[in-house]
């Protein structure tokens, strides 16, 4: 997972048309051109957020990335920073890239995926509890899995990515990357959650593993599927 705010003198629009621009085109240096990819356009939260947990760094704050990429390759992951740093060079302020290992927790409605693809994707960069080793703090979110599926109603999507190392200098420390798609606006905003009681579940369950870290609301695009 690659995170990317733009250069300074780069306007955050022009950015992120560049970013599908060339994720789109051949002017990506080979075999990064043929790996599967996602980019996913940073958007300014709406209003009202359906959810504010305490341990979200980032509210109040503009975004602070511009896009987020998923790739899918065969080759070590510092390759596939490597290259993006090349494709990228002199555009970008940040490029926090991460290797990570993805766990499908449920994909148990069909939503519309292309470019874009419908909805809202929420994708958070969260840092677990300094006092938990790697072995509580993945089995209290594994635990935690069962209570999303049954309170997050509106997502269709719900994917756990465990932090296996950063690959590029700089980046913030992560332990964890949800992803959870939600088939239409209305979903998120409407359908986050089944019930207040259902909200302060998630609350108090997250809170017992989760210390922080920024949620970043997204628009998916499907650059090539991974196979």
């Known amino acids: 997972m690659v995170f990317l705010r733009a250069a300074a003198a780069v306007s955050g629009n022009d950015f992120q048309h560049a970013i599908l621009a060339l994720a789109r085109s051949s002017g990506l240096p ?13 958007r300014v939260p709406p209003e009202p957020l359906p959810y504010r947990p305490p341990s979200d760094s980032s509210l109040g704050l503009p975004p602070e990335y511009d896009a987020i990429i998923e790739i899918w390759g ?25 290797a990570v290992t993805a ?55 719900y994917v756990q990515n465990w932090v296996d190392q950063p690959l590029t200098d700089t980046c913030p420390a992560a332990r964890g990357m949800p992803i959870m798609h939600f088939p239409t606006e209305a979903d998120f905003l409407h359908a986050f959650v089944d019930s ?32």
Not at 196 to 224: N, S, W
């Open 30 to 42: 080979a075999p990064l051109r043929d790996e599967a990819m996602t980019v996913n356009l940073v």
């Open 74 to 98: 065969r080759r070590s992951g510092r390759e596939i920073a490597a290259d993006m740093h090349a494709a990228l060079d002199g555009t970008v302020a940040a490029l926090h890239a991460y």
């Open 103 to 157: 766990t499908q927790i449920y994909h148990r409605r069909p939503f519309a995926q292309g470019q874009p693809s419908a909805g809202v994707k929420l994708i958070g960069r969260l840092m677990f509890h300094a006092d938990m080793p790697d072995s509580a703090a993945r089995r209290s979110w594994t635990l935690h899995a069962a209570l999303a599926e049954r309170v997050h109603i509106g997502s269709a999507l």
């Open 196 to 227: 207040a009681r259902g909200m302060q579940e998630i609350l108090q369950d997250t809170a017992h593993f989760v210390a922080g870290g920024p949620r970043f609301y997204t628009t998916e695009y499907v650059i090539r599927p991974r196979r």
